[in-house]
């Protein structure tokens, strides 16, 4: 049940601009992932290590709005939205998370095709009140799932992550009773941080 920083999520308003300028700062060209089909979004993926990757997500326009992540719809400048954490144990963690008196949402079943036409299947589930962000939601890749990491593009990989909050001791102690290990600092305004180095040197990635 052990867990571990599975992906971040970069919204924008367009796929195609995100890609860009992903591309621009990185020198690493993000490939696409697929649609989620009934969720309204489609993604392109990078690696930034052998089993973390960012997702660059967006409105997909042969479908309905979003269902989650509606905030990408008016979001021309792309941020961090999410993030996300992996398991080995979906249905123990989500247990615990309940008995610890955090209601969840879930677990759901997941999937999308991937470019070579196989489909790609996961369990997850959110917390009914994630601070806006900056709580994770949880994820079990399926057995014979190939990881989105394993074939997204190299060549960038994640240097730093942590959290920000005015309330970051209650913050850090959520994180622990979920059995989440990541750094939290106290500040003013709530965001997400992420620091990437790549090809192109070290770019920040924020919330704000």
Known sequence: MLTGLDHIILGIDDLDRGVAWAEQRTGVRAA?????PGRGTRNALLALGPDCYLEIIAPDPQQSS??????????????LIAWAVHTSNLAALAQNAISAGIPI???HDGSRSRQDGKMLSWKLFRLRDDRGGLLPFFIEWGRDAVHPAADAPPG????SFHLQSPDAQVLARACQTLGVDVRVESSEEPALF???????GQIELTSR
């Open 32 to 36: 696409f992932g697929g649609v989620h």
């Open 66 to 79: 979003p269902t989650w992540f509606r905030q990408i719809l008016t979001m021309p400048e792309p941020r």
């Open 105 to 107: 949402d879930g677990p």
């Open 156 to 159: 960038c990989t994640l240097a």
């Open 194 to 200: 992420a620091c990437i180095a790549s090809p192109r």
